[in-house]
């Protein structure tokens, strides 16, 4: 099997991160190897209050002893990175692997926003660092927030699918060999757009409005591309995959009645995913 680091927040209740990130790889046939940034007791949309504890000190430790046993992997995969640190390790990660091991996909979706607006702790030294990391990538998936977020451009609510497009060259000129913007609005349809700077060109999916937001799609999305695409699948088919699989995880959630704030319930998909291992 090929294997996959994730790294990514963990919520002891309701699906975000990594009890999105875990099963969904698992479903694909990738061994996901875990190192989390942070421990919450619940993931934090939709709940008044949570813990939460920075897990800086625990990454080093956990890559220490991976050091000592020689451990590489076939792809990096990041997710919420919660301070400049984290991203300078994660950075020293990836910089390991190139020097150490020839052929290693690595994935980073850029947590910093949603919904027009940055997170709370996000600042624009945050942001800078980030775009560093963007820099090292072969893939990135940003939201439409973290994409005009990351080029500097003013961020709102809802991005056309053309602006969306427009987008896409500026941000593989960060570095990225393959872009992907999620959670693109156009005439009452969601899209996701992608962009191969290489081949120079794009891969449009999109599928119905579902009058519900689930915590825990991006994180679905990009989990599935990742798997295909380590897996040796294209670009193209892995964006449009893994479009119509958070498509059907979100129509499923939202027939059998799931709280919102509970997460997509990537469980009401597990055979869909299976059938698309390779």
Known sequence: MKSVVAIHDLSCHAKSSLTVVIPTLAALKVEASVLPTALLSTQTDGFDSYMYKDLTSSMKEVLKHWDSLNL???????????????????????????KNQKETL??????????????????????AKMSHLVQMADVITPNTTEAALLLNKEYKKEVSLKEAKAWLPLLAE???????????????????????????ELSVASHSYV??????????????????????????????????LVSEAVYASWKANVEVRDGVAVELIMDKLIKERK
């Open 106 to 127: 690595v994935v980073v979706d850029p947590v910093l926003g949603d919904d027009g607006k940055p997170y709370g702790p996000v600042s624009e030294e945050l942001v």
């Open 174 to 200: 960060m570095g990225p060999r393959y872009v992907v913007i999620t959670s693109v609005m156009d005439n009452l349809r969601g899209s996701v757009v992608g962009f191969d700077k290489e081949t120079n």
């Open 72 to 98: 590489f992997f076939d792809g990096i995969y990041s997710g919420f990175l919660g301070s400049e640190e984290q991203i300078s390790i994660v950075n020293s990660l990836i910089e390991h692997h190139r």
């Open 211 to 244: 009058p519900v937001s689930y915590p825990g799609c991006g994180d679905l999305f990009a989990s599935i591309l990742t798997a295909l695409m380590v897996q040796g699948y294209s670009f193209d088919h892995a964006v449009k995959r893994s479009d119509y």
